[in-house]
């Protein structure tokens, strides 16, 4: 189309038409289309010597013509002319019949390029025979052939340009040669009928060449577009098939009906529903009662423009069971605000699973709890026997040079009362009286013996305490006096109680009490611990005892800080504590409600914050036979 | 044994600070004579050449423990009275051996001076006793054999 702009780009397109044929598609092409143009010339080039005959026969009969000169109808020349028509009707039929050929097909342009050229020299043969050159318009059978056959055949300009030379030269040396062969001259004006053959040839060249490019730039378009559309459809396809195949549900919803309008084979399933069928309800329907609520609110804000979730989870309806199907929601972002587009993803067994998981992390951690409250315990009793051992061991050790010291400071005692009731003596007086440094010796040596007497004995009751609280040698079901162990227990926590903490004993009447003595006095020893611990700088610890029933009752109150009632809960939890990293071990509580457990007690605990902690613990007074 | 003669009290104990403490004690409030050991295969050959009262040991020592010592000693001296002094740890043991020793007291460490004092005075008396009872028992065998001899006589007379 652009080829004709100008001749810039016609030179181009002539330049194109010499490359153009290189595309094996293009090639292709001409070939397909010369096909009907062979066949076109074939006929024409049997129709028209056929056309010509019949005129003969008419002018033959006439005796005159517009055609042929009058002189010659009837002379030989006119029967080789009917012979040289039968040749070109040959000639005509041959090539239909190569146009059905494949052969014939592909090689459409040298046979009609042949026949045109035979085609010429036969009928300009005959004309020159028939003598009948001179008369006017005696070429356009051939000018009308050759019209055809360009028209039709697809030939490369250089073929046209060819092919009018050959024409051309054809004519001028039959011209020429004419006066030898018929032994006539020839009457018409040869270099003027070459001169307008040449001039027909040089413009249909031009027009080829315009005709053959346009050709190729089509075919150039033609070939672009249905490469798009191939392209187009290959990416269609992969689409579709990406929407067909995916595992998850994809659905597009129209925004204004709140009906489905398009689903893939994974929402079917997945609901258990046709495509049909769910177009034809709303697709609120297909959402769980519990979230249809939720849902909807989403899609409402969403059509409003403001901000809603495009992520979420939710329960489906599905006619394939009873059990809803938890999915997994997106919705997809789209051009079109008359639809909204999302997936749906099966996440039920996922959720089984993770809801599986928990549990295992949840029996995990209970049993990871048990342990380690197992391996607190073991920890804690391994502890206090070590405990008990070394204090035993102590006990034991300290036993001989404090039974030395005490027995010492009592003799020495004993001697200087003898010395004193000597110093009364009327003999020993003067003996006094002299050296009052003596007496005042004697004084001294009493006195520090006196200091030393009671600190032994202060001795003697801790280590007494200490053994007894050990008392190793129990660890077993015994009957003791609780009393005992309680002051046993004060004993030792003597130093953290003195001066800070007051001890109030409310013991009432009890029995003896069947128990693992040093567990119990474990017990009191953390019960007792924690509470002159909750007490900051002064307070009071109360112990009162009492007999309920058959039970013994301990009641230990501390006038500390109390606990937290968001902690009451936790505290005889193993690990539970409040006294900060490296304080408690958190174990003291768990262990004391363990071996409470263990006697078929029960421990209470009452607190008020700000006014202090009661712990109660109630024990059978005798054990019964069903627990070791 | 004669009045004026001094009661003979052995006391065993590997601590000399023991052995001290008990000895200054008692030579202060009694008129016994005290004779201490930190050794007990020392205080054994002293019983063998020396008639004692009372022996007071302690339970454990090196070399030999305390009820091995008093059963040997027993077997030595039977109407020596037998003391057993103790620590906490081994009362238990020492508890169980009193069978087997004929033991008469056992003392806890620490002791009380009174305590030891009332336990020395009264197994003194139990061994004077023992010694008097084998004296009268061994003067009714002579009696015995006196009279058995007169019998004797008696016979070879009439028969």
């Not at chain 1, 702009?5 to 181009?12: E, K, R, V």
């Not at chain 1, 342009?109 to 025979?129: E, Q, T």
């Not at chain 2, 030999?64 to 009275?81: C, E, F, M, W, Y």
Request: aromatic share 6%; proline share 4%; with cysteine.
């Amino acid at each position: 189309m652009n080829s004709f702009a100008g001749f810039g780009h016609f030179h181009q397109d002539l330049l194109a038409s010499f490359r153009c044929e290189s595309d094996p598609g293009f090639r292709e092409e001409m070939i397909r289309i010369g096909t009907p143009g062979m066949r076109m010339a074939g006929v024409v080039g049997v129709l028209a010597p056929l056309f010509m005959f019949l005129v003969s026969l008419l002018v033959l009969d006439r005796s005159t013509s517009w055609f042929y000169s009058p002189e010659l109808v009837g002379t030989a020349h006119t029967h080789m002319v009917l012979l040289d028509e039968l040749l070109l009707v040959t000639l005509g039929s041959i090539v239909i019949a190569l146009s059905f050929s494949h052969w014939g097909q592909r090689h459409a342009r040298p046979i009609v390029f042949v026949m045109l050229v035979a085609y010429a020299m036969i009928l300009y043969m005959d004309f020159i025979a028939l003598g009948i050159l001179e008369t006017r318009g005696n070429l356009t059978p051939l000018v009308f052939l050759m019209m055809i056959a360009l028209g039709t055949v697809p030939f490369r300009p250089m073929q046209i340009a060819a092919l009018g030379v050959m024409l051309s030269l054809v004519m001028y040396t039959m011209s020429w040669q004419a006066p030898h062969w018929m032994g006539r001259a020839n009457p018409v004006e040869v270099d003027e009928k070459t001169a307008f053959l040449i001039m027909f040839v040089v413009v249909s060249t031009g027009i080829s060449v315009v005709m053959y490019t346009t050709r190729f730039r089509q075919y150039e378009a033609r070939k672009q577009a249905s490469d798009l559309n191939d392209r187009l459809a290959a990416s269609e396809r992969k689409y579709r098939s990406l929407f067909e195949n995916s595992a998850e549900g994809i659905f597009v919803i129209d925004r204004q009906t709140g009906r489905m309008v398009t689903v893939n084979p994974a929402t079917e399933e997945m609901l258990g529903r046709s495509a049909e069928e769910l177009y034809s309800i709303p697709s609120t329907e297909i959402i769980h009662p519990d979230d249809r609520e939720r849902v909807t609110s989403y899609h409402v804000a969403r059509s409003r423009g403001e901000p809603a979730p495009t992520r979420y989870d939710l329960k489906l309806i599905s006619s394939r069971s009873s059990e809803p199907v938890i999915a997994e929601l997106t919705i997809h972002g789209t051009d079109d605000p008359g639809v909204t587009v999302g997936a749906v993803r099966d996440i039920t067994e996922h959720v089984a699973a993770d809801r599986k998981l928990r549990e295992y992390a949840k029996t995990l951690e209970a049993r990871n709890r048990e342990i380690h409250e197992t391996r607190a315990q073991l920890l804690q009793s391994e502890k206090m026997a070590s405990l008990g051992n070394l204090v035993a061991g102590v006990a034991h050790e300290i036993n001989t040079p404090l039974g030395s010291i005490h027995a010492s400071a009592d003799t020495s005692r004993r001697a200087l009362d003898i010395v004193s009731e000597a110093a009364q003596d009327d003999e020993c007086q003067p003996l006094f009286d002299k050296y009052p440094r003596l007496k005042r010796a004697v004084d001294v040596l009493a006195e520090s013996n006196v200091t030393t007497v009671t600190a032994a004995e202060r001795i003697v009751g801790i280590v007494k305490s200490l053994r007894s609280f050990a008392r190793l040698d129990e660890a077993e079901f015994k009957k003791v006096d609780i009393h005992e162990g309680l002051e046993s227990t004060l004993t030792i926590l003597h130093h953290e109680l003195k001066n800070r903490v007051e001890v109030v004993r409310d013991f009432g009447d009890l029995p003896q009490v069947e128990c693992f003595p040093n567990q119990l006095n474990q017990v009191f020893l953390n019960i007792l611990v924690n509470a002159a611990q909750a007490i900051g700088a002064k307070g009071t610890i109360t112990i009162r005892t009492r007999q309920e029933g058959d039970r013994a009752v301990v009641e230990i109150s501390d006038t500390g800080k109390g606990i937290a009632p968001e902690h009451l809960a936790q505290i005889f939890d193993p690990g539970f504590t409040t006294k900060g990293v490296g304080v408690g071990t958190g174990l003291g509580l768990s262990i004391t409600y363990r071996i409470i457990g263990d006697h078929s007690g029960r421990i209470d605990v009452a607190s008020e914050v700000g006014k202090g902690t009661t712990f109660t613990i109630r024990l059978p007074i005798e054990r019964n036979g069903d627990h070791a | 044994m004669t009045a004026d003669e001094k009661h003979i009290i052995l006391i065993v104990d590997d601590e000399e600070m023991v052995t001290t403490s008990l000895r200054s004690f008692l030579e202060l409030e009694t008129d016994y004579e005290v004779v201490t050991f930190t050794s007990p295969i020392e205080a054994l050959e002293y019983v063998r050449e020396n008639p004692i009262d009372l022996i007071v040991s302690d339970y454990l020592m090196p070399d030999v423990d305390g009820i091995s010592l008093l059963l040997q000693i027993k077997q030595l001296r039977p109407n020596a009275t037998r003391v057993l002094l103790t620590g906490y740890a081994d009362k238990e043991n020492a508890i169980k051996a009193i069978n087997d020793v004929g033991l008469y007291q056992y003392i806890e460490k620490p002791w009380e001076n009174a305590d030891v004092k009332l336990v020395m005075q009264s197994g003194r008396e139990r061994s004077d006793l023992l010694r008097r009872l084998t004296s009268k028992i061994g003067e009714v065998e002579k009696a015995h054999g006196e009279l058995m001899g007169i019998q004797n006589d008696l016979l070879k007379v009439f028969i």
